[in-house]
């Protein structure tokens, strides 16, 4: 089993920053790719960012690129989302999630497919 703990979060104004991490504990070995997932209220859970574990490729959904970093920490195994140039429409609730497996980035995009999740933080974005 793999644990999965976020920091970060909070109210922010439109146009400031916010910095997300996630610290993976257990089984991490078996970790390939560890990502970042929204959900808003009333809608369903979006892909936002995902980083492959072993060479550091990053993919970002075009609703954030420019605007979100995703990063990590092997030694650490805590995986960071730095989100510049926030807006309201960026409210939610923010999961990280870790994948075991993957064979292209489409799986990486597919919430339905990873295998750990952490609780979720929340994110509120004022106008």
């Known amino acids: 089993q793999v644990q999965l703990v976020e920091s970060g979060g909070g109210l922010v104004q439109a146009g400031g920053s916010l910095g997300l991490s996630c610290a993976a504990s257990?089984?991490?070995?078996?970790?390939?790719?560890m990502g970042w997932l929204r959900q808003a209220p009333g809608k369903e859970r979006d892909f936002v960012s995902a980083?492959?574990?072993?060479?550091?490729?990053?993919y970002y959904a075009e609703s954030v690129k420019g605007r979100f970093t995703i990063s990590r920490d092997n030694a650490k195994n805590t995986v960071y989302l730095q989100m510049n140039s926030l807006k309201p429409e960026d409210t939610a609730v923010y999961y990280c999630?870790?994948?075991?497996?993957?064979?292209?980035?489409?799986?990486?995009?597919?919430?339905?497919?990873?295998?750990?999740w952490g609780q979720g933080t929340q994110v509120t974005v004022s106008s």
């Open positions: 999630a870790a994948i075991r497996s993957f064979y292209t980035d489409f799986h990486l995009r597919r919430g339905d497919r990873y295998d750990y």
């Open positions: 257990g089984r991490t070995f078996s970790i390939s790719g």
């Open positions: 980083i492959v574990w072993s060479n550091g490729n990053t």
